[in-house]
């Protein structure tokens, strides 16, 4: 029997696996705070760690070693898995803030991603805005979703 684990219960690969696996392309509907720093944290732990594995195997050999060759291809394979859901995430975690999330385009525009990614850091930490707003109900459950249903 599969015991679903409520989102107070998750850690750090619970969260990752929510964001990787059951929203991989998914750019619609609301994504907590939780949910977006713990899979931008598993995403840096993963790339970080293939990155030194890159560099490491660039000193042996001249970095003409099939372990530098196998490392590369190993790192471009991760970061392209990762880059749709990073985006989906990205554009969630903007929803649940309010903004649309056309706004995570700003990393990728030359000459403005230095500034874009520090007003994207500012929005994505910003907190959820009560209720039910037009991407969808918040994803935190919280009250105001019950006030909201007074009256209807």
């Not at 970095?63 to 880059?83: Q, R, T, V």
């Amino acid at each position: 029997m599969l015991i679903k684990k409520q989102e107070e219960e998750y850690n750090l690969l619970n969260w990752w696996k929510k964001a990787f696996y059951d929203n991989y392309a998914i750019f619609k509907g609301r994504s907590r705070r939780k949910e977006f720093w713990y899979f931008f944290l598993g995403n840096s732990i993963l790339l970080i760690t293939t990155f030194i594995g890159v560099g490491l195997s660039s000193d042996l050999e001249d970095g003409e070693s099939i372990f530098f060759d196998i490392s590369l291809a190993l790192f471009l394979i991760i970061w392209l898995l990762l880059f749709i859901p990073f985006l989906a995430a990205s554009s969630r975690r903007l929803h649940d803030t309010g903004k649309s999330g056309w706004w995570t385009l700003l990393c990728f525009i030359p000459y403005v991603s230095y500034i874009g990614w520090i007003v994207l850091i500012f929005f994505w930490a910003g907190d959820s805005e009560n209720g039910k707003n037009q991407y969808g109900p918040n994803p935190k459950g919280s009250i105001d979703s019950e006030i909201d249903q007074i009256g209807n």
